[in-house]
């Protein structure tokens, strides 16, 4: 089993940056793929960001390309969601997932275990 706990959410304003961290249980999260994903209140779990297992593959979300940056150190179970430019439709609570296959993944029902989730509010 794998936890994985989000945290570094809060309340910013517009232009305002932040960076989540998701760190994850277990000796083996160097081969997880991971990614971050997020929800609004009345919508659907929406793609963010996903990483492979070695870092070296990165996919976004065409919403936060170029804003976003996600990165992981292996080292420390941990990977990140830099979020840059924030706009208030950024708001949502976002979820680290972990794919155990390694892959970078867009659909969220291909991975294999969740956070609890952060919430970021970006008032205008």
């Known amino acids: 089993q794998v936890q994985l706990v989000e945290s570094g959410g809060g309340l910013v304003q517009a232009g305002d940056s932040l960076r989540l961290s998701c760190a994850a249980s277990g000796r083996t999260f160097s081969t997880y793929g991971m990614g971050w994903f997020r929800q609004a209140p009345g919508k659907e779990r929406e793609f963010v960001a996903a990483i492979n297992w070695s870092g070296g593959i990165r996919y976004y979300g065409d919403s936060v390309k170029g804003r976003f940056t996600i990165s992981r150190e292996n080292a420390k179970n941990t990977v990140y969601l830099q979020m840059n430019s924030l706009k208030p439709e950024d708001t949502a609570v976002y979820y680290c997932?972990?794919?155990?296959?390694?892959?970078?993944?867009?659909?969220?029902?291909?991975?294999?275990?969740w956070g609890q989730g952060t919430q970021v509010t970006v008032s205008s």
């Open positions: 997932a972990a794919d155990i296959g390694g892959r970078t993944l867009a659909d969220p029902k291909m991975y294999d275990y």
